[in-house]
């Protein structure tokens, strides 16, 4: 694999990780729910406006325990953006729902709620809803647009996010996160699940504890514990929760150093962008952004791949992003055509996501600058 003198992520250190690993570590609670566990899960709730925070192995984790706790089954369909990671669809259809693909908005590649409204019907039990490169989609248009269906907010590129000052995770009846290591904060692979509603508190703690009430018999509630409903495990280690109470703990700075560069890239591409007619993000008036990706959107594919060429022999790593998952081989057997989101179909060819992580400095930054300039589109 080639080595990039300026890669495109790289997890950040905060310096405290191996001490509370250390600290975890003598301690007898290596299993899941200890007190790095609750730790993490208070400050994680303080981000994403109070509601119930589980810690859960990955996003993808988070997305299945989603699909669960709705009941969601055959017969029912949940809409999706094409634009998105698999396990955003995935989830939904393991409980074996019909995935409907929506289209993005051209200008914030998030879930479109005109397409939204056009693709729901009575059967749609839920819309989920991804904020793509930290940026919130449309809340108000789809609070309209899916009728009585739950919205879900895959929120793992927007922790810190907000739509009109309120945390982005906060507006669906369930949130998401992820914690790999490509994500602004990380304990490596990991990821949440965040209940906004207090109906679904209880059978999400069975659901996530293999279907069992073993919480309640924690806390003293019942004398024993036993199989109550169908779950899993998803439970991570309280070793891995330490790393990320440190990420936690450190989450403005993070923040800072990412929307630092985030602007650099923003403010100091505008002249080129618009010289050459590349797109650059738009973040709607009501929206802060998570400072997640940044990204340009070029002509087309082979300008795309002639930009990745040109930063890559500049020792710079950028990279494309998501194929429209309607037509991914899945998609197509599901009945998804060339044309049905043709905003995603465009995106995917067009899009190119520049360096972007916490310890990336102003040096950096020049250098990434420097080559996207020198390059005509
Ligand atoms: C929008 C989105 N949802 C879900 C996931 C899955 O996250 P995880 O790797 O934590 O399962 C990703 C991963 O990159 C993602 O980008």
């Not at 589980?54 to 699909?67: K, V």
């Not at 709620?113 to 749609?124: E, F, L, N």
């Not at 609070?143 to 507006?171: I, K, Y």
């Not at 795309?304 to 309607?326: D, E, K, N």
């Amino acid at each position: 694999m080639t080595r990039y003198a300026i890669p495109f992520t790289r997890p950040h250190r905060t310096g405290r990780e191996a001490a509370l690993v250390g600290d975890a570590l003598g301690g007898d609670h290596w299993r899941g729910d200890g007190p790095y566990t609750a730790r993490a899960s208070a400050l994680l709730s303080s981000l994403v406006g109070g509601g119930r925070v589980l810690l859960t192995t990955s996003c993808t984790h988070a997305l299945e325990l989603s699909a669960l706790l709705l009941g969601v089954g055959p017969g029912d369909e949940v809409i999706v953006p094409s634009f998105t990671f698999v396990s955003t669809a995935s989830a939904f259809a393991l409980r074996g729902a019909r995935i409907v693909f929506a289209d993005v908005d051209p200008r914030t590649l998030c879930l479109d709620p005109a397409d939204v409204a056009r693709k729901a019907t009575p059967r749609t039990r839920a819309v989920v809803v991804v904020h793509y490169a930290g940026v919130a989609a449309d809340l108000d248009g789809l609070a309209a647009a899916g009728g009585t269906a739950a919205l879900v907010e895959d929120n793992a590129h927007s922790l810190l996010g907000a739509w009109r000052g309120r945390p982005l995770g906060s507006f669906g009846t369930m949130a998401t996160q992820s914690f790999h290591d490509t994500k602004n904060l990380s304990c490596g692979e990991g990821g949440a699940l965040v209940l906004n509603d207090p109906a679904l508190h209880e059978r999400a703690e069975i659901l996530r504890e293999k279907g069992t009430n073993r919480a309640r018999f924690f806390r003293g509630e019942v004398d024993k514990y036993t199989w109550v409903d169908l779950g899993s495990s998803y439970l991570p280690s309280d070793i891995l929760a330490a790393i990320l109470v440190a990420q936690l703990e450190r989450a403005d700075a993070t923040q800072t150093a990412r929307h630092h560069a985030w602007a650099r890239y923003h403010a100091e591409l505008a002249p080129w962008a618009e010289r050459h007619g590349v797109q650059r993000p738009h973040v709607p008036v009501p929206a802060a952004h998570a400072a997640h990706i940044y990204w340009l959107r070029v002509r087309d594919l082979a300008t795309r791949q002639a930009l990745i060429g040109h930063l890559a022999a500049a020792g710079i790593q950028a990279t494309f992003h998501y194929q429209p998952l309607h037509l991914s081989e899945v998609g197509r057997k599901a009945g998804g055509q060339p044309g049905d989101c043709p905003v995603s179909e465009l995106v995917a060819d067009t899009l190119v996501r520049l360096p972007l992580y916490t310890d990336l400095g102003d040096a950096d930054i020049d250098r990434v600058l420097a080559a996207v300039t020198s390059f005509t589109p």
